[in-house]
């Protein structure tokens, strides 16, 4: 018997047995969409707040200054004056002394009151360099960013999260208005991206509300003094996620020996990455990840479990029909190959519906509601190689069962 | 592998070749055979030793009371239950050394089994179920329906080959198993009370037809319960409490 025959024998034995089929390939479709879609859901909230982590600035080590109050206390400690210089961060941007460092931002960040026209708004004044952008991994939606000459000519012009130019302008144009900045008249030469969400809001609101000018500007014309070229942080960013650890050090070595300390214990300053905010981040991720693949898992289970008695009861009721088979001269073989059609045909079938109502729900659904889908090829594999699996294991391995057995007791059992 | 609806059919070549390697074995060899039925508590001994030889091209009634073993007999002899002991051997081979492949293929092409219960698929209409085995002999579909239809045709179903075996009497059941088994055109057919359910004149057809394909040279064993069906053949096994008894009355024919 060739297999095109056992083929034909398996689809007209789908066909005539309708109900059976339909359950068994519902059984299956559920539990792939279930687990198409819940392991979606899952990589899409991953996705979300991989994307939020990243808008903080990857690749970001953040130098501040630490305390002066340690056996080095002489050190430092004029007034509120910085541990942190200018000279620091030019040092740290030297690519000899510093190669896995790509870019350096020093900055200088005072709390600042703004007023354009009747309106005022209080929010960080952030002093610093070209570099800025980039380092935070920004871009600029409207006008342009500082350049190095608004740097050397002290330019009086400011660039503003885009939360900080709605408070101030409402909905006009922001760009080309003037704004004062305690006291200091400024002109709005750009906005920033918008990177914060309404589900983030603490997170990521500050990058949106603050205004960014030129170091010199604010070190001149808003802080003045003897403190007025002392830094609040040295931003910087390495040259990948790979060498964060490399520019970690060459920082932190280079620093130490530009202040003289010969101790890491007695270091002045401190060097944070995104390390904290990215283990939280991801041990939030994994509790997630295990929620959903766990729902999954019991959706895929009671498919699974669903399957497996639709098969178990449909050879069972069709022990009579092997027997016969086998007595007009059918071997165990064909047999069994009959049923693995049979399985993997219905397998197959509510696999595929399960994979199509699945994509088709991962783009629906996002519009109703506020949560990403994400497919995952992966998943959508795995289930459907387990729930075939089970309805071939536990329709072929039954039958073939009954198939060993002489006709005779197949053909007597109820 | 093709079979011809005409007697020189490959399932005759087929026992040629086994008689050939065999000469002058019977088709049939059963010594000592017994069967046990264990169903944990209670213990059936449904055939206590019997022993007897069939030779090609006879024509056997096995008569005896119900329950008397003759079922159990029949379904060894048709190779689709194994006894508990004792020798069978069909056309000089040992069929409990047979592998399932020959054992399917013994069922498939040298033996045509009529079912006492028929043991039609519910769900397939009569010539699929008469075309069953042929499937399992390679036959192309469009020559398996037309050897079907030939077959019910000859059991006299002609008009009723799209029926589903719920829509049949039992009756024309009967003859839809009858055509199954001689779709293949077998060198031996057993049937398990191949009359049973029919009335006197299709019985008397029935026993007609199986007069025929003994006259074309197949062996046949029928059980009855009839003594009238029984004298229509060459000889008589008489079975009781699962021992072969005195054949009270030899075949007619003889
Ligand atoms: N599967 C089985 N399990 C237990 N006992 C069985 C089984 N099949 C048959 N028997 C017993 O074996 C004995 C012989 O049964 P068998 O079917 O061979 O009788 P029979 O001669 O064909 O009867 P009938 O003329 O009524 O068909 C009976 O006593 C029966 O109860
Ligand atoms: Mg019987």
């Known amino acids: 018997m060739n297999f095109l025959e056992t083929l034909k024998t398996g689809v007209s034995s789908i066909l005539t047995h309708r109900l059976r089929s339909i359950l068994t390939i519902l059984g ?360 075939v699996g089970i309805g071939v294991g536990f329709g072929v391995y039954p039958a073939g069962r009954a198939a060993n057995l002489p006709p005779i007791d197949a053909l007597r059992s109820e | 592998m093709k079979l011809d609806d005409d007697d020189s059919s490959l399932s005759m070549a087929l026992q040629q070749e086994s008689d050939n390697k065999a000469k002058m074995k019977p088709v049939i060899f059963v010594d000592e055979i017994r069967k046990v039925y264990d169903s944990g508590a209670v213990k059936v001994e449904a055939l206590r030793g019997v022993s007897f030889q069939i030779e090609k091209g006879e024509f056997v009634a096995i008569i005896g009371p119900s329950g008397s073993g003759k079922s159990t007999l029949m379904h060894i002899l048709g190779c689709l239950d194994v006894p508990t002991s004792g020798r069978f051997e069909l056309a000089g081979e040992d069929v409990s050394r047979m592998n399932e492949e020959e054992l399917a293929a013994v069922r498939n092409r040298r033996i045509g089994f009529v079912f006492q219960q028929f043991n039609l698929l519910p769900s397939l209409n009569a010539w699929k179920n008469v075309e069953l085995p042929l499937i399992y002999a390679g036959v192309d579909a469009t020559r398996r329906k037309a050897m079907a239809i030939a077959a019910l045709s000859r059991v006299g179903l002609g008009d009723r080959i799209s029926h589903r075996p719920g829509e049949l009497s039992g009756g024309q059941q009967q003859r839809v198993a009858i055509a199954r088994a001689l779709v293949t055109n077998p060198a031996l057919i057993l049937a398990d009370e191949p009359s049973g359910n029919l009335d006197s004149k299709a019985a008397t057809d029935v026993l007609g037809l199986f007069k025929e394909l003994h006259q074309s040279g197949r062996t046949i064993v029928l059980i009855t319960h009839d003594r009238e069906v029984a004298a229509q053949a060459e000889r008589t096994i008489a079975i009781r409490d699962g021992l072969i008894g005195t054949s009270l009355e030899e075949g007619g024919s003889r």
Do not use: C
Not at chain 1, 65 to 82: D, K, L, Q, V, Y
Not at chain 1, 110 to 134: D, E, H, I, Q, Y
Not at chain 1, 295 to 304: E, W
Not at chain 1, 316 to 328: D, N, P, S, W
């Open chain 1, 28 to 387: 299956v479709m559920i539990g792939i969409t279930a687990v198409t879609l819940t392991v979606g859901l899952g990589q899409g909230a991953q996705g979300q707040v991989a994307s939020e982590i990243s808008s903080l600035g990857t690749n970001l080590l953040t130098v501040t200054p630490g305390s002066t109050t340690s056996a080095a206390g002489i050190r430092g400690g004029f007034g509120s004056a910085s541990t942190l210089t200018l000279s620091d961060a030019n040092a740290l941007s030297n690519p000899i002394v510093a190669p896995d460092i790509q870019a350096v931002a020093a900055t200088n960040t005072r709390s600042g009151t703004l007023v354009a026209g009747n309106n005022n708004w209080t929010t960080s004044v952030v002093g610093t360099f070209p570099t800025w952008l980039g380092v935070r991994g920004r871009s600029i939606t409207q006008g342009r960013f500082l350049s190095a000459s608004d740097i050397a000519n002290q330019s009086n012009v400011v660039v503003l999260g885009s939360v900080t130019a709605a408070e101030l302008f409402g909905g006009r144009d922001p760009v080309g208005q003037s704004v004062n900045i305690d006291g200091v008249p400024m002109t709005v030469i750009g906005i920033l991206n918008t990177v914060g969400s309404s589900s983030s809001a603490s997170a990521t609101s500050s990058l949106d509300d603050q205004a960014v000018v030129p170091f010199t500007t604010l070190a001149d014309e808003i802080v003045g003094g003897p403190n007025r070229d002392s830094l609040s942080s040295i931003l910087i960013e390495a040259r990948s996620a790979s060498s964060l650890s490399a520019a970690y050090q060459e920082a932190d070595a280079e620093l130490l020996a530009l202040h003289g300390i010969t101790l890491a214990a007695d270091a002045d300053f401190s060097i944070q990455s995104q390390q904290s905010v990215l283990s939280t981040a991801t041990s939030v991720d994994k509790t997630l990840t295990i929620l959903l693949g766990g729902v999954a898992a019991i959706s895929l289970l009671v498919g699974g479990i669903g399957v497996m008695n639709i098969m178990l009861v449909s050879v069972t009721e069709r022990i009579r029909e092997i027997g016969l088979r086998k007595a007009l001269g059918a071997t165990p073989r064909v047999i069994r190959r009959q049923f693995l059609i049979e399985a993997s045909i219905l397998g197959l079938v509510g696999g595929l519906i399960g994979v199509a109502l699945g994509i088709a729900g991962a783009v629906i659904l996002p519009h109703f509601i506020s949560n990403p889908i994400k497919l995952s090829i992966p998943a959508m594999a795995g289930a459907l190689v387990v729930a």
